[in-house]
Structure formats: structure tokens, C-alpha cells
Nanobody, 128 residues
Framework: QLQLVESGGGLVQPGGSLRLSCAAS????????IGWFRQAPGKEREGVSC????????NYADSVKGRFTISRDNAKNTVYLQMNSLKPEDTAVYYC?????????????????????WGQGTQVTVSS
């Protein structure tokens, strides 16, 4: 059974950076596409970024394009989300999720129903 654990969240000032990690255990991540989602208080969970199982394709929400970078290290069974130029509106609980059965460079759409496994989330707060 695949288990995902996020880490790297915290409190950062506007304009600052954080790197989130999504570590997998139980099975290898190399056959899973991975997505990052976030949920702010009172709002629905929204897709932030995703990466194909091969790492060859990525996609970003317009709100984070140019500021966030997703990457993966299949040897370490870990996916990362580098977040730069953070804004107060980036404040949310960030979740990683895995989708099985999408090989190679296939991008899985950033909808919650497209992903099969979820982590417990890590809080990111952007505030001065």
C-alpha cells in the first residue's frame, strides 16, 4: 500500500521560498504520476502542479506558474515542490497525491478525483 508523507512546510515571509517534499513508502513511486494540491481555509482543494511518472512532463496552475517548480527523484522515492516568491495567497495546507497507471510522460489532470493516494498535508503560511 502506497503511503505519502509531506514535509517542508512552515512560516515564511512574502517573497520567501520553501521546498516541500513528498516521500513515499510501501511501493516505488516510479509508476505513479504525482500532483500537488492545496486547500486554504474555507476554500476547495485546488491543483497546484503535477509531474508525469517519468518526470518528463509537468504542468502548473496559472497562479503559480513561473514561481513554483515540481521535480522528482525516483531513486529517493520523493517528489519536490520548490516554491519561490511566495505570496500571502499561497497560504494553505499542501497535499501531494499519486495517480496509478499513467506511464511515461502522461500528465494527469489536476482534479482531486484523478488521484488515488493522498498524504496528510503540510501547512504553508506566508505572512509578515
Amino acid at each position: 500500500q502506497l503511503q505519502l508523507v509531506e514535509s517542508g512546510g512552515g512560516l515564511v515571509q512574502p517573497g520567501g521560498s520553501l521546498r516541500l517534499s513528498c516521500a513515499a513508502s510501501g511501493v516505488t513511486l516510479e509508476h505513479y504520476a504525482i500532483g500537488w494540491f492545496r486547500q486554504a481555509p474555507g476554500k476547495e482543494r485546488e491543483g497546484v502542479s503535477c509531474i508525469s511518472s517519468s518526470g518528463g512532463s509537468t504542468n502548473y496552475a496559472d497562479s503559480v506558474k513561473g514561481r513554483f517548480t515540481i521535480s522528482r527523484d525516483n531513486a529517493k522515492n520523493t517528489v519536490y515542490l520548490q516554491m519561490n516568491s511566495l505570496k500571502p495567497e499561497d497560504t494553505a495546507v499542501y497535499y501531494c497525491a499519486a495517480a496509478w497507471g499513467w506511464p511515461g510522460d502522461t500528465i494527469v489532470v489536476l482534479t482531486t478525483t484523478s488521484y488515488d493516494y493522498w498524504g496528510q498535508g503540510t501547512q504553508v503560511t506566508v505572512s509578515s
